[in-house]
């Protein structure tokens, strides 16, 4: 029921997507024709090259035209690949869905045992060396803290590549890692910081307190009662930025030189490939709202208190 | 200090847990014995970008184009020297007497990669579909030649108006020779994806975004086959990772070496780093429509002594450039002659201008493209430069997508752009740069500046066949330009590549193409 | 005129300031923080005073020097010291932060709190759009508009509170809906005031405080993603001194001149921090208020 509910109300915020982004990248100046044949094509060429291309078409029919081929699963093809723009797409999808997993991963790694060590001595010297390690990461510019980790382990000390993303699995986890540091550096002090004040709730909470009187073990006690609540709260945060950081990895990517969604939004909207504009925007849309989504019925899991309807 | 406690912790920990199986030793391929070129290996080029298609009708970028000029023939080709023009696939051409028609003889033993022979008609097919009006190459075919197979083996083209230079335009990529029974067995759309080769190479394998592998193709004409078993070519996007990989050996060849670290290569153990000529001008076309100053010579000539060309080699290509000496693209382009060099004069550029329209100076704007380094440098070096004459230059960096706008609309002031010359023929950019658009040009590389004298002499050019009287054509022709003006005309950057030293053979020719066919490596 | 439910807000008000200043001195990351960054403004101000050298004027004798005593950060690839163009950079890049975060609150707090109070269709309008807004890609959001406007800074806030609006619109519409069923604002509709009324004088002034908190928190990150506009070339124009600019124009030598990429970020991380605790302290004034 809720389920239903929310897809049906994924559908007009799809279709606005779909609208904006269409009549955006047609108001940007810059003709795609005159960028395909370059500077010593005479103006009939690029008139022709336009016919040839549907760019001479009302504008009203272009978007119907784009809007029934998206609902027939079709994105349409690469005025630069010559291939379906779905296509070109799934292939960068990878590595940018991995860095990004890959940084959550990390990021909860560093969250859970900080959070919980400066909870536990709040106010003490643990406490506040978390927090000040918090703000001070947080204050960091991702791109130039990449550019500073790069420095010093790709190209003094040589422990990690420079760039790319490797041909296998063990490789990526290797030639992604500074760039899923720095994601993890800038993601997990908001973690920390919300993880350790729900902690910090939660650790006062009578029901806490009563499983301590019964007797529980304080391993258990942190582990089935403390935890689990306090998480909810944070799986929420990790959610929202999560889809921030979809739409935000281009900067590390370009750091990194990784061939992402990153690098394939900032070309494509260079060489004004309206399909694979089109068709990026649309998907990151979706992915955003499935992750909003996600995250909603994760939270109903973690925190047995939540319930939809 | 936390921070950097964790940091380490990390490091360490992850370190342990990837290092066993990273360090994966490169192939390396047993050589054959003696003889002088080596025969067999692998060789590994790094590059900065990945193919982004295989169908030369819509390719555009450099990486594409150079990667299908190693698998593609096309019927005219430059010596390694990049010095003169040969036949390639064609065995010989011949002209009728008013350069108007064109007539040539295919090789009969050339294969495409699936064993099937090349023929007249593969070939006026190919041109044909490249010249189609969805095409990204249709530009290439100058003087609008119509196309008929005479037999087999045997084209013929006729031009519109006689043009001495055309077999010069057959090297270029948007005439690579295509099968025609492929296309018509996979359909043309997959064509970007599964290219059948006509030249020394095959596409064997392509990961995309990662990998190309390219095998010799056994039906390969010419002498000059393939020396080595295998080419990958691997996306290093990377600047400084492609340097450190050639250094490394883990690759053995790096192209697009940044300026900024040739001299520290030139140390490096087992590298060799190499610098050569690009056909290329970097130069600012000044927009008469839009400035009225810009109409008046004087203020033009003004602005070109007034800038220090050796000063922007010195900054901004680190010395491994040249200083621009002529409208045509560099030394080694035919006819060039540096004899109009306009020297770096600031008294003179001083008094050109308190002669001119606009003694007290202007204010103008220049357009560059948001991220390109090079062209940032030279604007702002620019703008110090022509404070000196009272012309206040405001810098405004735009998306890519936009400058192209701008300049072909019309609508910039000043712009930086990097234009290059595909072949070694001057005539190429001639109409671009110099003519009108009912001329069949640009409007001048739509500054909007028109000099007939230059049109007549650049026409004139195209129906000359007598290399000696073409040269004086073209004397007076930059002479006229380089007094006239209407673009400031920079530097030339160049060509710089490293490779192990056991490579031999291999160069990048100054129109930026290389053939990995030619390179060998020893052990 | 006296109205029954001014006087409320009037006294809530009242309160709020004696405590405000009583409790601002009590917060030291307040205090850090300020201090930080009036530091920072402070030297910028006197740059001219704390450094010989011209910001702009290129020296090419002298280009890529490392950090000495005569340039405390080195020089950069056209002979410039980089701790002046660092200097000089201060009151361009907090402008920049400020009005990047100003802008969006304003335009988010008013269609939020329009649709929170109005309801009906005017409401879900607004909200659709906002959930269009949240989902867009912000970067392909940010780079079209500054195409489509033309570079330079008008074009970059216009981009920035486009794509950041929508999280203010939605804090507003929370809190008013909350507020609506609050007495005062009850007793101000009985007695028949104007909507444009109830909402500017009755309602507003209680969602700008966790607009505010909101507002800190996103500062800094605003700050950091300004920069990396211009990292990826679509910030000012050169040659201004501008911290991402700088740290953009310096990537090609990170191998050889590290400098040119490292010090200057430092500024930022010094802005970042003194925003940070200011907007720690803040909250904490503001919450301890409510």
């Not at chain 1, 990878?94 to 940084?103: C, E, M």
């Not at chain 1, 494509?268 to 499935?290: E, H, K, M, N």
């Not at chain 2, 006819?335 to 770096?344: A, L, M, Q, R, V």
């Not at chain 2, 010359?421 to 009108?436: H, K, Q, T, Y």
Request: hydrophobic share 50%; charged share 15%; net charge negative.
């Amino acid at each position: 029921m809720f389920l239903r509910k929310r897809l049906a109300h994924m559908l007009p915020v799809l279709f606005g997507i779909t609208l904006v982004v269409f009549l955006m990248v047609r108001l940007i100046p810059g003709d795609p024709a005159r960028i395909l044949l370059g500077t010593h094509a005479t103006p009939e060429r690029v008139t022709e090259l336009r016919l040839a291309l549907g760019l001479e078409q009302p504008l009203w029919q272009q978007f119907f035209l784009f809007v029934g081929n998206v609902v027939r699963g079709d994105l349409g093809d690469s005025l630069v690949y010559r291939r379906p723009v779905l296509e070109v797409i799934l292939e960068r999808l990878a590595p940018t869905l991995f860095l990004i997993g890959y940084a959550a991963l990390l990021s909860l790694l560093v969250t859970i045992p900080l959070a919980l060590w400066a909870a536990l001595r709040q106010n003490r010297l643990p406490d506040q060396g978390v927090r000040g390690f918090a703000t001070l990461t947080l204050s960091m510019p991702s791109f130039w803290l990449g550019l500073n980790l790069l420095i010093l382990f790709a190209v003094r000390l040589r422990w990690f590549p420079v760039a790319g993303y490797g041909n296998d699995l063990r490789q990526h986890f290797w030639h992604l890692f500074l760039p899923a540091l720095t994601i993890t550096l800038a993601l997990a002090p908001m973690l920390i910081r919300s993880l350790r004040s729900s902690l910090i709730d939660v650790l006062k909470a009578p029901y806490v307190e009563f499983a301590r009187a019964k007797g529980v073990s304080e391993r258990r006690v942190l582990q089935h009662h403390v935890l689990r609540t306090a998480l909810s709260s944070t799986v929420t945060i990790l959610g929202l930025n999560l889809g921030w950081l979809i739409g935000g990895t281009v900067v590390i990517e370009t750091v990194f030189t990784i061939a992402g969604m990153g690098s394939l939004v900032v070309s494509s909207i260079f060489a004004r490939d309206y399909p694979v504009i089109q068709g990026v925007t649309l998907l990151f849309g979706v992915l955003v709202v499935s992750i909003n989504l996600l995250t909603d019925l994760v939270y109903a899991i973690l925190d047995p208190r939540v319930t939809y309807e | 200090m936390k921070h950097r406690i964790v940091g380490v912790w990390l490091v360490v920990w992850l370190v342990g847990l990837v290092l066993t199986g990273c360090v994966a030793a490169p192939a390396a391929a047993p050589a054959a014995e003696g003889g002088e070129p080596q025969r067999g290996g692998i060789l590994t080029v790094a590059r900065s970008a990945d193919v982004n298609l295989w169908d030369p009708k819509y390719t555009n970028d450099n990486y594409s184009l150079w990667a299908e000029m190693q698998i593609y023939a096309t019927l005219m080709q430059n010596s390694p020297d990049g010095l003169q023009l040969n036949p390639w696939l064609a065995e010989s051409y011949e002209f009728n007497e008013d350069a108007t028609e064109v007539t040539f003889k295919l090789h009969d033993d050339a294969q495409f990669c699936d064993g099937s022979p090349i023929t007249a008609e593969d070939v006026r097919w190919s041109l044909e579909r490249s010249r189609e009006p969805d095409s990204n190459v249709s530009w290439q075919f100058f003087s609008n030649p119509v196309i008929e197979v005479v037999d087999d083996l045997t084209l013929k083209f006729t031009l519109d108006r006689p043009n001495v230079a055309f077999p010069h335009y057959l090297t270029l990529w948007g005439m690579s020779v295509l099968s025609k029974k492929h296309a018509e067995t996979v359909g043309v759309e997959a064509l970007s994806t599964q290219p059948l080769g006509s030249g020394p190479f095959c596409l064997d394998r392509w990961d995309k975004g990662q990998l190309v592998v390219l095998k010799p193709n056994p039906g390969y004409w010419g002498e000059d086959r393939p020396l080595v078993d295998e080419v990958h070519l691997r996306v290093v996007q990377d600047d400084n990772a492609r340097v450190l990989q050639v250094q490394t050996g883990e690759v053995d060849i790096a192209l697009d070496i940044p300026y900024a670290q040739v001299e520290a290569l030139k140390g490096a153990p087992g590298v060799e780093v190499f610098v050569d000529t690009l056909y290329g001008t970097a130069a600012i076309p000044l927009n008469q429509r839009t400035v009225p100053q810009f109409a008046d010579k004087k203020i033009r000539q003004a602005m070109a002594h007034a800038i220090d060309r050796q000063a922007l080699v010195d900054a901004v290509l680190l010395g491994q450039g040249e200083v621009a000496k002529s409208p045509f693209y560099g030394p080694a382009i035919l006819y060039w002659t540096g004899d109009f060099e306009i020297p770096y004069d600031l008294e003179k550029a001083r008094q050109l201008m308190a002669e001119s329209s606009a003694p007290d100076g202007f204010a103008t704007e220049l357009i560059i493209t948001s991220g390109d380094t090079m062209a940032a440098q030279t604007a702002v070096i620019l703008k110090d430069q022509l404070a000196q004459i009272n012309v206040d230059v405001t810098i405004t960096p735009v998306e890519a997508g936009t400058w192209w706008e701008m300049w072909s609309g019309g609508t910039y002031q000043m712009l930086y752009k990097l234009g290059t010359n595909d072949v070694i023929d001057p005539a190429e950019n001639l109409p671009f740069d110099f003519w009108s658009v009912e001329d069949g040009g640009s409007d001048a590389a739509f500054t909007g500046f028109y000099n007939e004298r230059i049109v007549e002499l650049s026409q004139a050019a195209e129906r000359e066949f007598d290399n000696a009287k073409r040269a004086e054509l073209y004397y007076e022709l930059q002479q006229i330009a380089m007094d006239e003006t209407p673009q400031l005309w920079l530097f030339h950057p160049s060509n710089r590549w490293a490779t192990r030293d056991n490579v031999e053979g291999f160069s990048v020719f100054p129109t930026g193409l290389h053939r990995f066919w030619l390179a060998s490596k020893t052990q | 005129m006296s109205e029954p439910s001014m006087g409320m807000a009037g006294r809530v008000n009242d309160w709020g300031l004696r405590w405000r200043e009583a409790r601002w001195l009590q917060q030291p990351a307040l205090l850090v923080g300020g201090g930080l960054l009036l530091a920072m403004v402070l030297a910028s101000l006197l740059a001219k005073q704390i450094s010989p050298y011209d910001p702009i004027a290129q020296n090419l004798s002298n280009t890529l020097q490392p950090p000495s005593p005569v340039h405390w950060f080195g020089t950069d690839n056209f002979g410039r010291d980089i701790f002046t163009r660092v200097l000089h950079a201060v009151q361009l890049d907090l402008q920049i932060g400020v009005l990047s975060v100003l802008f969006p609150m304003v335009v988010g707090l008013f269609l939020g709190s329009l649709a929170g109070y109005l309801g009906g269709w005017v409401e879900t309008v607004v909200m659709r759009v906002v959930d269009v807004f949240t989902a867009f890609p912000f970067l392909v959001m940010v780079i079209a508009i500054i195409a489509i406007l033309g570079p330079g800074l008008t074009s970059m806030y216009v981009a920035l509170t486009l794509a950041g609006w929508s999280a203010y619109a939605r804090i507003a519409r929370g809190e008013i809906l909350v507020i609506k069923k609050a007495e005062y604002v009850q007793a101000a509709r009985a007695l028949g005031f104007s909507n444009l009324r109830i909402m500017f004088r009755h309602i507003l002034p209680n969602i700008v405080t966790p607009a505010i908190i909101f507002a800190m928190s996103d500062i800094v990150l605003v700050i950091l993603s300004t920069t990396s506009l211009s990292f990826l070339g679509l910030g000012v124009q050169p040659p201004t001194p501008e911290w991402g600019s700088m740290i953009a124009e310096g990537r090609p030598f990170i191998m050889t001149a590290w400098w040119l990429v490292t010090l200057p970020g430092m500024a930022i991380v010094l802005v970042g921090l003194g925003l940070s605790l200011l907007g720690d302290g803040l909250a904490d004034v503001l919450r301890t208020e409510e």
